[in-house]
């Protein structure tokens, strides 16, 4: 087992990654909040890939690396799989996490901390900026996943889809 | 009934859950250079990790400073030289898995340096010529800062970082 750190240094990275490009950064534009915390992302899988395929053999097609990101690199970040691997066998694949780690840890925070948050959303519910900030997170994950396979050479977009949550499902369609 | 007694850092680290210590790393790393290329200033950056604006280490040290009072049940510190050797050995261990060494205090005790051997943050780590005035480990001053203020401390704490990954926090308090 390499060495560890506590989660909440993870998750308190993260959450204070998201909130600056969120709100103070990119407060009015999100689409450039979002491609920063999802580039971060790529870097951090590449990187990880990198390590943590350097003594195998090359993946033999796309489905073998797919299946290494669900299994092998999944259980490296998160201590378990990916529960649920769906594919049209044309390029598209849909990676199921049922109990998204990071997910399960979110909550969102209405205090008065946050206060600057709801001064520019005129109209918009506390619903709707609580989703906001779950996909803003989730960003980085698909930029880990998007990193990751580059690195394994397999150009791609990762989006996710968050209609079940806990459970998320991430789309990785790869580029001709 | 007694108050329970306060768990040494060994024992919190243990209790605690913990994570792959390569994506702390690696998503600070990515955070610190996505911050480089929007900054392009080191010294902006170095406000940045520390407490100014956009990505603070003082936001994370606020939440960071709950976590570590439930889980480690250390009573009151009764004195600054109680504080400093609270935060090197119980307050790292527990989040970063590591210990510091508290060295160098002044005359007055008001002011002294932890010092960081063994940094998860600096894992693989090395800073290129155009970065060198960057402390790339300034997030500890600003997490240290901001959870101390919530304990009811006023400190500065300074950073410093020397290249060959070892990492110094001076921490000053007002004399009484």
Redesign the interface.
Known sequence: M?????????D??????V??YCN??YSTKPELAAR?IE???Y??GH??SE?YTMERPRFSDHLEAIKFICKDFWA??F?KQIDNLKTNHRGTFVLQDNRFQWLTRMSIDPSPANADLSQDSSGETAENRAVQITSMHLYFPCGIIRGALSNLGIPCAVSVDTSNLPACSFVVRIKA | MAPPAPRTGDAVFANVERVNAELFTLTYGAIVRQLLTDLEEVEEVNKQLDQISIFRGYNIGIRLIDEFLTKSNISRCVDFKETAEVIAKAGFKMFLGVTASVTNWDADGTSCSLVLEDNPLVDFVELPDTCQGLYYCNILSGVIRGALEMACISPEPNFWCTHQGMCLVRLATHPR
Do not use: T
């Open positions: 390499g060495r560890e750190v506590s989660e909440s240094c993870v308190n990275l993260m959450i204070e990654m909130s600056a103070r950064f920063r580039a971060i992302g870097q951090v990187q990880l390590r490296e970040l201590k």
